[in-house]
């Protein structure tokens, strides 16, 4: 992106090194303190009344509002616990792959398109926060799609499989309830312009070149001319080098495998 190359060159300040890692670590902080402040989740996520009436630090917080995981219980201290580890993971490989001003960028579209989209969905979504870990997600698929995740320790399978399933699980939320079309479409947008349609130019390149490869094989192919040629198969030894002819007693000439006797 072009864009981004020059505004990193004005405004590379605004770059913040493992900005997913905090994240997360914002994240897993209000859930723990769910045991402590039950409803702490309420006072952080998204309410566009209370917004507009000037709590305007839930344009932030409700990243990290987990209200709408159902309180503290075993599993989702588990599941948070793995969050983490595999945010720390998408982190570094991001910034890799992007830089960190490029990622920075990604995440901030991301914190934007969901300010959006939560005000003009006609549907509330308390845990729209979680739809930025599904985009850095499916980018980290995208980039590095044969990484392998091990299913409940044991069954590896690619990530790149697992961001399908994820995919599904989108569109099917938005077959299943509309009203949340908008939000799940500005939620992914960031994915879109970062990884998911340079990924779509990426493979057309690389299918116009083997075309292109394949066309200009054939090209070079029809140009040479075959000394021999079989009466009986048309083979040559352009498209055979390992083929012997002869002539036979009709004047013709034929391969070994078809020579009349």
Same mark, same amino acid.
């Given at each position: 992106m072009r864009f981004l190359d020059r505004l990193e060159r004005k405004a590379g300040w605004l770059s913040f090194p493992g900005f997913l890692r905090f994240?997360?670590?914002?994240?897993?902080?209000?859930?723990?303190?769910?045991?402590?402040?039950?409803?702490?989740g309420l006072l952080l996520e998204f309410d566009r009344t209370k917004i507009m009436a000037g709590e305007v630090w839930r344009l932030m917080t409700f990243l990290f509002a987990s209200s709408g995981v159902g309180g503290v219980t075993p599993?989702?201290?588990?599941?948070?616990?793995?969050?983490?580890?595999?945010?720390?993971?998408m982190s570094d490989a991001l910034e890799g792959a992007w830089g960190v001003f490029r990622t920075s960028m990604f995440?901030?579209?991301?914190?934007?398109?969901?300010?959006?989209?939560? +005000? *003009?969905? !006609? /549907?509330?979504?308390?845990?729209?926060?979680?739809?930025?870990? $599904?985009? %850095?997600? &499916?980018?980290?698929?995208?980039?590095?799609?044969?990484?392998?995740?091990?299913?409940? +320790? *044991?069954? !590896? /399978?690619?990530?790149?499989?697992?961001?399908?399933?994820?995919? $599904?699980? %989108?569109? &099917?939320?938005?077959?299943?309830s509309p009203g949340l079309l908008p939000i799940l479409l500005l939620g992914h947008l960031s994915y879109l312009l970062w990884a998911g349609i340079p990924a779509l130019r990426g493979q057309a390149r690389v299918m116009q070149?083997?075309?292109?490869?394949?066309?200009?094989?054939a090209k070079k192919l029809s140009k040479e001319e075959a000394f021999h040629r079989c009466a009986s198969c048309g083979r040559t030894?352009?498209?055979?080098?390992?083929?012997?002819?002869?002539?036979?007693?009709?004047?013709?000439?034929?391969?070994?495998?078809?020579?009349?006797?």
């Open positions: 994240y997360v670590l914002f994240h897993a902080l209000v859930f723990a303190l769910q045991i402590f402040r039950p409803d702490i599993m989702g201290a588990l599941f948070f616990f793995f969050m983490v580890m595999i945010a720390f993971m995440f901030y579209a991301g914190w934007m398109f969901l300010i959006v989209g939560n +005000f *003009i969905s !006609p /549907v509330e979504f308390p845990s729209s926060g979680f739809l930025l870990y $599904g985009t %850095a997600f &499916l980018a980290f698929a995208t980039l590095f799609p044969k990484v392998e995740f091990r299913l409940f +320790f *044991i069954l !590896p /399978v690619q990530v790149r499989f697992l961001a399908m399933i994820q995919g $599904g699980i %989108a569109v &099917l939320s938005a077959i299943l070149s083997s075309q292109r490869r394949r066309s200009f094989n030894e352009i498209s055979d080098s390992t083929l012997e002819f002869r002539i036979g007693a009709d004047g013709q000439e034929y391969c070994d495998d078809h020579l009349p006797g």
